[in-house]
């Protein structure tokens, strides 16, 4: 596995000025020799000057710019020499080849995928993976294209959570891709980085922007779903006001106000039940008599 190696570079401002001395000094060996031809001089200023240009237009080719969050990744006839990140004008060896990585932070939407969650029923999802290149070596060179391998992996990451969770879930205790959002999205960038370590990338966040029963079962889910719910909330009901009843009666007898026998207490329950799990208010009965006539 390679890995990212900085590479030092010669400030760009100097090698500019060390250039052009160099072209003055050629000029000034072309008119040094072209003088010294005419009165039967030797050819070694002239020799110098080709000499110097060649040597100057190999250099020219070593100048590199870097935008600031960019890096350049550096060749040498094949092989991986280092990568340089100082922003500005540069200079280097003029025989390296140089590939350009963003290193800004970058984000994309999944499509609208059609999977089946735990329980089997047809969802869509998409998930928005907000990532950056925080290894230029890794990502040149153990993948392909790395941000074609971002996009598939991403996506395969998705589809193996939508699988891992049930859509909905009344039962607090089971985790649902509709109920814990922020688990979910904890789990998905957990995932997604570990199928993206390889290529030099690091994940941000990771959160889904879709989610959705498929259109075929969506009105056949949405009964279940009110139907789901309305169980629940009766369980709820039921709860509490088993709770208020027994209430209820401990304070009528812990306070003496009245004393009641099994089944006045058995009648009592049930009307409490009555009253407090009912749709609608209940209708008082006056009672004239006394409580057991």
Aim: proline share 3%.
């Amino acid at each position: 596995m390679i890995r990212e190696t900085e590479r030092s570079t010669v400030p760009g401002g100097l090698m500019a000025v060390v250039v052009l001395v160099v072209y003055a000094v050629a000029i000034y060996g072309l008119i040094s020799s072209a003088m010294a031809l005419e009165h039967g001089g030797g050819w070694l200023p002239l020799v110098a000057f080709i000499v110097l240009t060649v040597l100057n237009s190999v250099a020219l080719g070593g100048f590199l710019v870097v935008n600031p969050n960019e890096a350049k990744v550096l060749q040498l006839f094949g092989s991986y020499v280092g990568t340089t990140k100082k922003p500005g004008l540069q200079w280097t060896n003029p025989f390296y080849s140089m590939k350009r990585i963003s290193l800004r932070v970058r984000n994309f939407e999944s499509q609208h995928l059609k999977v089946n969650d735990k329980e089997g029923n047809p969802i869509e999802i998409a998930a928005v993976v907000v990532w950056r290149v925080v290894d230029t070596a890794e990502a040149s060179f153990e993948v392909d294209n790395y941000e074609n391998y971002v996009h598939i992996q991403s996506e395969a990451a998705v589809r193996n959570l939508a699988t891992s969770y049930p859509y909905d879930s009344h039962d607090e205790q089971v985790m649902s891709l509709r109920g814990q959002t922020a688990a979910i999205a904890e789990h998905m960038k957990t995932e997604i980085q570990e199928r993206l370590a390889k290529a030099g990338v690091e994940v941000i966040e990771a959160r889904i922007s879709h989610l959705a029963y498929a259109p075929e079962i969506a009105g056949a889910m949405l009964q279940r779903q009110q139907a789901g719910a309305i169980i629940a909330a009766r369980q709820r009901i039921v709860e509490g006001a088993v709770g208020m009843v027994e209430m209820a009666l401990d304070m009528l007898s812990s306070k003496e106000i009245v004393r009641l026998d099994e089944e006045r207490r058995a009648a009592m329950v049930s009307n409490l039940l009555v009253v407090l799990c009912g749709e609608r208010g209940a209708q008082p009965v006056l009672n004239t008599g006394t409580l057991y006539q």
